[in-house]
């Protein structure tokens, strides 16, 4: 046990690969499955942030509902084909998050998540208002990826199965560069920022220039996670900008563990799979979401995944 | 005579209307800097706790009250949720990063909210100012509604009441003490964490007071404390973080703002406030009033 347990914590990409290969098979329908790996993603990138630079944001609702409103204008409005609307919204999330980052981080602390929530809240007036592009208060809808054109092949998206791989290689493939980029020099100029800011300081790195980098690189994840989220749901509904959407990644974080990097990807399976389970018997979800939450606060801060981690280790 | 297209008159009377508009947030801001200032704790609950007072009034009034009774029913009841909270939940976090307060209070929101909707229901419910306080008053250049100076009136009582709380009383003087240096304050045999709880019960109290009187401006639903969350952060970093001098220039600025901009261009006031946070943050990034160097 300990064994299968060490070798999954030292190779996280193939740990991540071989979680991402038996979700569909231990999830009661495969739609369950593609919201899982969608929101594992937006909670990996969320996790940049939080767990790997210490800053919390309440604003990666808009870096995810931005990516999934730019996927989602560039097919509806554009007509341009399936992969440059996957990109257009992994850029739009990276956007968004610089810009919000530059302004953000002049502040330190508890103010980042109070400066970046207000923020996200431009992000969610501003696309209410454009009504032309995004439909306004109705969401943005016809987002409709029937067939995804492959050189040489033709897949039809709309199976399940073939959502689901599709998909499922995309966040592999992202899951596996942010491991990368963790172990590169740079997630540890970020492990030194969050660890303690003066001695990175006097060690030469630029404080707000790493954060502003690290939120730059989750706005990208979160971006591509919207960009999957709007192809996946056919829709962008106007409440994915909402700054609750933003709760939504801080509680899947912490649920699975912000101090591990497989932690958030967790959290979002067991939110996602709770949440299926819980409203379909009672329609007061939310309540029972936020008691487990306040008990993970005060009990068990390290989450599911962390807690997993301490005791294999 | 007109400025930017508009009257002089009709300018200062929607000044006036941000000025009532800028009163529920200063309530706001000054509870929220106030349990910042002394605990270091960022009340994420402080818009549901601005909903309870919405709802307590609801109860108040429903349980036979008139609304001044809720004037003064609201904020015991709702400081009262506060106290516990921070007595059976808060406080266990106390010695923690500083994060896990907010986290707390966030996950607290749900709680409340999903309860009141439990409670009332889902959909918004009219909420009515007393008969007496319903009409219009001539305040010089125009006709202003009654309520609306009302607000403003009771605000500023609050604010002078809270003024001479903090720097006229012996308990004040420990709040001050205590806000700079518990630990001495401690040394000096003071128990900082009753003090701590009467802060917290204080700053709650003063949301759900924002609450009851913002609720016959804008109706009562379970959701009204999730927009006012977002814009009392935006008047906490304007004004900068636990400042009370900040929280109420800020508070009264970012009312006449967005009332300015809702006459000027309608189509930014929903935005204008975040922009003016934006310029305060690009300009003077630890806020109006906050301490250099507890942000930069």
């Given amino acids: 046990m300990r064994a299968v347990a060490d070798w999954f914590f030292r190779h996280p990409v193939l740990g991540a690969g071989f979680f991402i290969l038996i979700l569909p098979f231990i999830t009661p329908y495969t739609a369950l499955a593609v919201m899982i790996l969608v929101y594992g993603l937006y909670a990996l990138g969320f996790n940049i942030m939080y767990g790997h630079v210490g800053l919390l944001s309440f604003g990666h609702s808009a870096l995810l509902g931005g990516g999934a409103y730019a996927c989602g204008i560039a097919l509806v409005h554009l007509g341009l084909p399936w992969g440059a609307c996957i990109l257009a919204g992994t850029l739009a999330g990276t956007l968004i998050a610089f810009v919000m980052g530059a302004l953000a981080v002049r502040t330190r602390g508890i103010y980042f998540a109070m400066v970046t929530l207000a923020l996200s809240q431009v992000a969610y007036f501003g696309f209410y208002q454009a009504e032309p592009w995004t439909g306004g208060e109705n969401g943005l809808r016809g987002v409709n990826l029937r067939t995804l054109g492959i050189p040489g092949l033709s897949l039809d998206f709309t199976t399940p199965a073939v959502r689901y791989t599709v998909i499922g290689l995309l966040v592999w493939g992202a899951v596996a560069l942010l491991a990368r980029i963790l172990a590169s020099p740079f997630g540890a100029a970020m492990l030194a920022v969050r660890e303690n800011e003066a001695r990175a300081k006097a060690c030469g790195f630029d404080v707000r220039l790493v954060r502003l980098q690290a939120m730059t690189l989750s706005g990208a994840f979160c971006g591509l996670a919207g960009a999957l989220l709007a192809l996946h749901l056919s829709i962008v509904p106007i409440e994915t900008l909402h700054y609750t959407t933003s709760g939504v990644a801080v509680m899947m974080a912490i649920l699975g563990g912000s101090n591990t990097f497989f932690g958030p990807f967790v959290g979002a399976a067991v939110f996602l799979f709770l949440e299926s389970v819980v409203s379909t018997r009672t329609e007061h979800w939310p309540l029972v979401v936020g008691v487990v939450f306040v008990l993970f606060i005060l009990l068990a801060r390290q989450g599911i995944w962390g807690t997993l981690v301490a005791r294999l280790r | ?296």
């Avoid at chain 2, 809720?70 to 994060?99: K, M, N, Q, S, T």
């Avoid at chain 2, 700079?180 to 040394?187: A, G, L, S």
Wanted: glycine fraction near 14%; hydrophobic fraction near 60%; charged fraction near 10%.
């Fill in chain 2, 1 to 296: 005579m007109t400025i930017l297209g508009f009257p002089p008159d009709l300018l200062v009377l929607q000044a006036f209307t941000g000025l009532a508009l800028g009163a529920v947030y200063v309530l706001l801001a000054v509870g929220l800097s106030l349990i910042f200032g002394m605990l270091t704790v960022v009340n994420f609950a402080h818009g549901a706790f601005f909903m309870l007072g919405a709802y307590a009034g609801v109860f108040l009034l429903a349980a036979g009250g008139n609304f001044w009774v809720c004037l003064v029913g609201v904020p015991l009841l709702v400081g009262a949720v506060g106290l516990f909270v921070e007595r059976f939940l808060v406080r266990r976090l106390y010695g923690r990063h500083i994060d896990d307060p907010l986290l707390l209070t966030f996950g607290l929101t749900y709680v409340f909210v999903e309860l009141v909707r439990i409670g009332w229901g889902k959909q918004a419910l009219p909420f009515d100012a007393p008969e007496i306080l319903q009409g219009t008053v001539d305040i010089g250049i125009g006709y202003f509604p009654l309520y609306r100076l009302f607000v403003i009136g009771v605000t500023a009582a609050v604010l002078l009441g809270l003024w001479l709380f903090i720097e006229r009383t012996r308990y004040g003087l420990i709040i001050r003490a205590g806000a700079r240096d518990p630990t001495i304050v401690r040394v000096l045999g003071v128990d900082v964490g009753r003090v701590w709880l009467l802060v917290f019960g204080l700053g709650t109290g003063l949301a759900g007071l924002a609450g009851v009187l913002a609720a016959p401006l804008q109706g009562v639903s379970p959701e009204m404390g999730t927009t006012v969350l977002a814009e009392a952060f935006v008047v906490t970093v304007v004004g900068g973080m636990g400042s009370l001098v900040g929280g109420i220039v800020a508070g009264l600025l970012v009312g006449v703002t967005v009332a300015m901009s809702a006459l000027l261009l309608p189509e930014m006031s929903k935005v204008a406030m975040f922009l003016l946070m934006a310029v305060v943050l690009l300009l003077r990034p630890q806020g109006l009033f906050g301490r250099a160097g507890l942000m930069s």
